[in-house]
């Protein structure tokens, strides 16, 4: 997907694996930015049956970022009760954490675009990873790729 001043960066994405089933992730990829206050970015879920991408996912300097909210994940590495979440301020992106014991962390990302709009729609998938180490790695690849570092690591290989 290129932006709207034409400049796209191919090699930039973020992919996680479930580490239970290799054949469901998510990918954070095609990222732009249009000024100062924003980034835009696809985001596009895998699973057995299903596809689904939204072009474009807006993270803004000003809103709650998905970063901290992985860092704090990692950072509880030794569990927490209940679920916690995150979305963008659009809610078009919904990040939903559990921790199961083991050592586990379940991420639901779930994508929901035009949710005022007739007609809308809705997909989600759940990774596993492990926690601490795998988290630590998502919430610094996440990083890198919203602020335009150069990253190419897909999570759960490892």
């Not at 030794?78 to 809610?91: K, L, Q």
């Not at 990302?109 to 795998?134: D, I």
């Amino acid at each position: 997907m290129a932006s709207p001043d034409g400049h796209h960066d191919d090699k930039s994405s973020v992919i996680i694996r479930c580490q239970d089933t290799s054949s469901v992730g998510v990918t954070f990829c095609d990222r732009f930015s249009l000024d100062a206050d924003s980034v835009h970015y696809a985001v596009e879920l895998r699973a057995p049956g299903l596809t689904a991408r939204v072009n474009e996912v807006v993270a803004w300097i000003w809103d709650s970022d998905l970063t901290a909210f992985l860092e704090e994940l990692a950072a509880d590495y030794r569990g927490w009760d209940g679920e916690r979440s995150w979305r963008t301020n659009d809610r078009d992106l919904t990040v939903s954490a559990v921790c199961r014991s083991g050592g586990y962390v379940g991420l639901t990302w779930a994508l929901r675009p035009w949710t005022r709009a007739a007609g809308g729609w809705g997909a989600s998938v759940t990774t596993w990873l492990e926690a601490g180490e795998h988290m630590t790695s998502l919430a610094a690849d996440v990083r890198n790729f919203l602020t335009g570092t150069e990253v190419d690591s897909p999570l759960g290989d490892a």
